[in-house]
């Protein structure tokens, strides 16, 4: 037994109903009553649980009202609580109090779901602008999504901070840089940054709703592409989903190969993260010098498996690629020059004063407040969490190779930055023994469509964090529900906490080094 | 800062020279790009890049175009932080039911001549978003667009020359 689902059965009872869907068995569900569902978070809190997705669902194509889903997450469990809401009132217990990450987490699901938490301190709305009609809620079935929408007269209620000398910088959507839109709104005295509210939603393109028309063959393109820069990652968690769904094996190349992919795509982003973030701090040598190793990771990648990022390389059941030993030659030639020279980069970062002067201290998210926000990924792992679904989940291969994962308790940029600087490392390691220990034979296998009322649920480690897919299949096997939780759901809230006391023009800074993802966020 | 200084030696100039395919269209646009620029962008044909509700991945394509390999800005092309200082807009889609004002608000602000280049699927039809409640489709439902680039996400050769290819046609 497991400790979240004894802490839940010891406190509910038999008010607490367990599903045998076929999940992986790392993930159990159950149902509690509507009027239970803030309860069993309190009760998973006090065993330690950090929350990793809410969720609502429409089920009434079941005959039933709408559905609303919690997912906690302790070392390698996750225990996905769930509660049933009438059609005629679709109210349930708002998590935030328990949960920060509920906060934005339940906004949502009011906005585009309609669905209301009880006892929530802020319902504006979240991704849905206050230009849409009211009761424009997309994710219902009951909704058109082939139409666009009319504009209606609304305004946004921003928070504010009053007194002399406090003043107000707005910023974006469009910024400075070639950068994704968001706006973001400041309080400052002189250059000391107050308040700072995040305002995301512009790059909302529906994809959860496009994933219930595309199909299940369909999906993993639209996977591979809810986040550009994390097309490997996204498309494998939609995939493994899938698997656990249909109970298809992949064989074990096809394994070996995704996780080739996976640690490729890790590196390249964090090569040209680290390029970013000293360019941010005025020291664009090693901006130069760092996107030259990124392209010259992304050429081989091209030449290998037919496209820069890999897009649309990782398919249910498998992959689409393959690699031949030429190829594997290529990438261990390939990794011996990207470690001497990122090692050299890497002494001229450490050795750079005014350098460290810029990240030390600088945008600190502490250690407790990165674990009351639940905070994933690198942005966790700089701030003292042991997080990383390689190890804590680990899918193959990760069950047979070890991964190192690096974690610092600074939690300011530096710390951010150098938790990359290890996980580079780490990953041409991987690389290298993946590559040793790479089994042959088929890089695919077979996927059957899913039955009727199934679910599936997988969590990857993309180069940002733990990605979480959970998928639903309708009363007639279609695609009722397809739930895609990026890092960045949760980690900008980070980025919100970690600013307030920095300096306004360390701002650029800051975000660099959080980096999260605009379209991954606003779906 | 000895470190620096033989990184620097070491590594060299690592700019490459453009395909054949690129210098024939520097070439059809005036002989030398540079020229074409100088003369009629006054020494730089500046950018404005506009995400209007990409997934990033042309982003990272359009970053790479900086990168010391294509250094676009031997040509003379940069990219600039304000609309108002725009030659042309770099724009990539589909364009969202919420990013739409702050297009057409871009769109209005940058000076002639204006130059519209779309890149990406997405920004030419949509792409894989299609037309929805949340997604207009392509650039060119809510501005005029000049050239196109097609890709998924294009590589940046491709831009470069869909760039080149507005400098051409607009002339």
């Known amino acids: 037994m497991s400790t979240l689902i004894d802490a839940l059965t010891a406190a509910l009872g038999t008010g607490a109903q367990f599903h045998k869907w076929q999940y992986p068995p790392s993930v159990v569900c159950c149902t509690v009553p509507r009027e239970k569902f803030a309860e069993a978070a309190r009760i998973v809190k006090k065993a330690y649980a950090l929350l990793a997705a809410e969720w609502a669902t429409d089920e009434t194509p079941f005959g039933g009202g709408y559905g609303v889903y919690a997912c906690y997450r302790w070392g390698g469990e996750y225990l996905i609580v769930r509660a049933e809401l009438p059609v005629e009132n679709p109210e349930f217990p708002s998590l935030t109090k ?14 585009l779901m309609g669905v209301a938490p009880a006892g929530h301190p802020d319902l504006r709305p979240w991704i849905k602008f206050e230009d849409w009609p009211q009761d424009a809620w997309p994710l219902r079935k009951s909704f058109d999504a082939s139409r666009p929408l009319p504009r ?51 790059v909302h393109k529906g994809i959860e709703k496009r994933f219930e028309s595309l199909g299940w063959e369909g999906g993993f393109r639209l996977a591979g592409r809810v986040s550009g820069d994390t097309t490997v990652a996204h498309s494998l ?98 990794m011996t020059c990207l470690e001497r020279e990122f090692e050299r980069l890497v002494a001229v970062y450490d050795d750079n004063s005014s350098l460290e002067d810029r990240v030390r201290d600088t945008g600190a998210l502490p250690p407790e407040k990165a674990r009351e926000l639940c905070a994933v990924g690198i942005v966790a792992r700089a701030s003292g969490l042991n997080l990383d679904c390689r190890m804590q989940v680990p899918f193959p291969p990760y069950d047979r190779i070890e991964v190192k994962a690096p974690v610092l308790i600074s939690g300011d940029v530096h710390a951010r930055a150098w938790v990359r600087i290890e996980e580079v490392r780490e990953s041409i390691r991987l690389i290298r023994e993946m590559l040793a220990t790479l089994p042959g034979g088929p ?21 940002r964090g733990e990605i979480i897919y959970w998928l639903q299949s309708g009363p007639g096997g279609e695609v009722n529900r397809c739930m895609v939780r990026d890092p960045s759901s949760i980690n900008w809230l980070g980025l919100e906490q970690a600013i307030p006391g920095n300096i306004v023009p360390d701002f650029p800074l800051c975000n660099k080094s959080f980096n999260q993802s605009y379209s991954g966020n606003d779906l | 800062m000895m470190r620096i200084l033989y990184q620097i030696l070491r590594t ?35 950018i404005r890049q506009v995400d209007a509700g990409s997934c990033n991945g042309c982003e990272l394509e359009i970053h790479a175009l900086n990168n010391p390999l294509y250094n676009c800005e031997r040509y003379g092309i940069r990219f600039t932080a304000s609309p108002r200082f725009a030659d042309m807009l770099l724009v990539t889609g589909p364009v969202t039911h ?33 037309e929805s409640y949340a997604s207009r489709g392509g650039i060119g439902k809510v501005i005029p667009v000049d050239v196109a680039v097609h890709g998924c996400p294009p590589d940046p050769f491709a831009i470069l020359s869909g760039i080149m290819k507005a400098i051409e046609e607009k002339r």
């Open chain 2, 12 to 46: 060299g100039i690592v700019t490459e020279a453009m395909p054949r395919e690129i210098n024939a269209r520097i070439e059809a646009a005036g002989g030398r790009l540079e020229e074409a620029v100088k003369r009629r962008f006054r020494k730089s044909l500046t």
């Open chain 1, 237 to 334: 968690a939609y995939c493994r989903a899938l698997e656990s769904m249909t109970g298809c094996m992949p064989p074990d190349r096809a394994h070996w190969l995704r996780a080739l992919f996976l640690e490729r795509e890790r590196i390249a982003n964090h090569v040209g993260d680290i390029g970013a973030i000293c360019n941010d701090a005025a020291f664009a040598f090693m901006l130069y010098q760092m996107t030259r190793l990124k392209e010259m990771l992304l050429r081989t990648n091209r030449e290998l498996f037919g496209h820069r990022f890999m897009m649309d390389r990782v398919i249910p059941g498998g992959v689409a690629a393959d690699i031949d030993e030429k190829g594997r030659k290529a990438v261990l030639d390939e």
């Open chain 1, 443 to 463: 890089v695919a296998a077979p996927v059957a469509a899913p039955q009727a009322d199934r679910a599936g649920f997988a969590a990857v480690e993309g180069w």
């Open chain 2, 98 to 130: 919420n990013m739409e004002r702050a297009l057409r608000r871009t769109y209005e602000a940058t000076p002639a001549p204006k130059l519209v280049v779309a890149v990406g699927d997405c920004a030419c039809n949509g792409g894989i978003f299609g």
């Open chain 1, 152 to 202: 209606v007269k609304g305004e946004y209620r921003w928070s504010r901070a009053e007194g002399e000398g406090v003043y107000e910088i707005p910023v974006g959507p469009v910024h400075a840089g070639i950068i994704e839109p968001g706006h973001f709104r400041f309080q400052a005295v002189g250059e000391h940054i107050i308040n700072l509210e995040e305002r995301l939603g512009y």
């Open chain 1, 98 to 111: 328990r949960y920060l990450p509920a906060y934005r987490f339940e906004r949502q699901m009011h906005s």
